[in-house]
């Protein structure tokens, strides 16, 4: 605590410094390196290639056994949740929509190339050539990389330029990549919708980085840290175009058959569970029983990711109802206590509430999928199914599902540590005073860095009303002592 105070400091005293990166010459320079390494080691698969023909023949399959054929309809979805849902899903703030979605875009488009990369090193790689050999999977697992960095945005959303942005990207794609190969390969824990991998990770990447970026005066910028009534309702955009597609999420790369059936329906009843929560505790918190846009926006989608990890585990019905109840409590009550609490005592200021919608409702996830494991018999599942669900074979083959249920808990430990000790080291990296972030009152705005329409009115100092720092009966009291 004392070292990252003092790290702060040195950068403070040196922030007037001239020296700045462009933001045009760090995408030339990257883009670049991608071309050449994609050059040296990216190749298309046994099924993306043209011998596909030849392949095909030798194995006696169809065309439409092609995997192109299972995977594309999930990827599309996936997709549209990545560049769609969380791109939309950050445009609450009145003055910053087109830092929400266009970053999101950069940063995504970025990603996926070196996710590509990075997840091939670990995944994908053929050692009789020494070419990664890619196709419509490594596409989904390369978007699940991004997600957890676009989740790590929301924490600093309007705090931090592009080229942060960037370089935030860079340092989470590569931790990502270690992280899931250690949870995935190595430990062999399950984790189909990404409860862990994804959203436990990311939510502690960005919370970390937040942290070692803390701005003292960031309060010169309220008038601009809140929303108005159009830029909630394209927040709404994102959050329904992710949670109509969040089952296609959650099963996208399971096994063919009863697991992404499973996952499908599991990832469905939950998110139905969530909402009805979310509307109960937000009407019961909030004054004169009135529901908060925050809310509807962000907890109603915490049940997609808590039920991520044992979507396609037998976790039954009810049981996925249960989690999405529980997660919808968890996630509002975070809303109203919790952000505030962090951003006052911990000196973390989460701009979207990662922390309600992701990292806790991931922890959980990663609880639900140990305990859930941990239960699984024969008589459930079936002695074929109980290997085939938990891929217990070659070394893994005399695994007992007690000791699953121990790993899925040790997969969930790892997310956790790469997310925090990953998140304070790059927040260090993130706090050199060379990469042209905004002045504290002029955060959440998108003048800085884009060119805004000649017609746009000037916005007059705004209310704190329905952000996701303050409740809104903040808001009216100081509108009374201001009239008053």
């Known amino acids: 605590m004392g070292a990252a105070q003092s790290f702060r400091e040195l950068c403070d005293r040196t922030k007037n410094t001239n020296v700045r990166l462009s933001l045009p010459a760090v995408c030339i320079v990257w883009q670049t390196a991608m071309i050449i390494l994609f050059g040296v080691f990216i190749r298309y698969n046994e099924e993306s290639d043209t011998h596909w023909v030849e392949y095909r023949k030798e194995n006696n399959l169809s065309d439409i056994q092609n995997d192109f054929y299972f995977r594309y309809p999930s990827f599309q979805d996936v997709h549209v949740m990545i560049f769609v849902g ?9 003055r910053y929509s087109f830092g929400a979605v266009g970053f999101n875009f950069l940063i995504a488009a970025f990603g996926l190339q070196w996710a590509l990369l990075m997840q091939g090193w670990f995944h994908s790689l053929d050692y009789t050539d020494g070419k990664i050999k890619i196709g419509v999977e490594n596409l989904i697992n390369a978007d699940f990389c991004v997600a957890g960095c676009l989740i790590a945005y929301g924490a600093v959303l309007g705090k931090v330029s592009p080229v942060q942005l960037l370089v935030l990207t860079l340092f989470g794609i590569t931790l990502f990549a ?5 949870i995935l390969d190595l430990i062999h824990a399950k984790d189909a919708g990404g409860s862990m991998v994804i959203h436990t990770f990311g939510g502690y990447y960005g919370l970390s980085i937040s942290w070692m970026l803390y701005r003292p005066n960031l309060d010169q910028s309220n008038r601009l840290q809140s929303s108005v009534y159009h830029s909630d309702v394209f927040a709404m955009i994102g959050t329904l175009f992710l949670w109509m597609f969040w089952p296609s999420f959650n099963s996208a790369i399971t096994d063919h058959g009863d697991g992404q059936h499973r996952a499908a329906i599991n990832t469905y009843l939950a998110l139905a569970s969530t909402v009805l929560t979310t509307v ?56 109203i206590f919790l952000t505030p609490f962090m951003e006052k005592y911990l000196k973390i200021q989460d701009t979207c509430g990662i922390h309600n919608l992701h ?46 249920g121990g790993h899925q808990a040790a997969g969930l430990c790892v997310a956790i540590c790469f997310g925090v000790g990953g998140g304070i080291l790059v927040g260090f990296i993130l706090r050199l005073p060379i990469w042209g972030d905004p002045a504290d009152d002029n955060c959440f705005n998108d003048e800085p860095y884009w060119e805004l329409p000649e017609d746009e009115e000037v916005v007059p100092p705004m209310l704190h009303y329905n952000n996701h720092m303050h409740n809104k009966e903040i808001a009216e009291s100081n509108f009374t002592v201001e009239q008053n």
Do not use: W
């Open 280 to 335: 109960a505790v937000s009407s019961l918190f909030q004054k004169h029983g009135k529901l908060d846009m925050v809310h509807i926006q962000n907890s109603t989608l915490a049940g997609g990711v808590a039920v991520g990890t044992a979507a396609e585990f037998m976790l039954m019905p009810y049981g996925s109802l249960i989690v999405g109840f529980c997660c919808g409590i968890i996630s509002t009550l975070g809303y």
């Open 86 to 94: 969380f791109g939309f899903l950050m445009t609450f703030l009145q």
């Open 359 to 404: 990292a806790m409702p991931g922890v959980i996830g990663g609880i639900v999928g140990a305990i859930t494991a941990a239960a699984a018999t024969e008589s459930v599942y079936g002695a074929e199914g109980l290997r085939n669900t938990f891929d217990f074979e070659g070394e893994f083959a005399d695994r007992s599902t007690s000791k699953q």
């Open 178 to 182: 270690v992280e899931e190969y250690i």
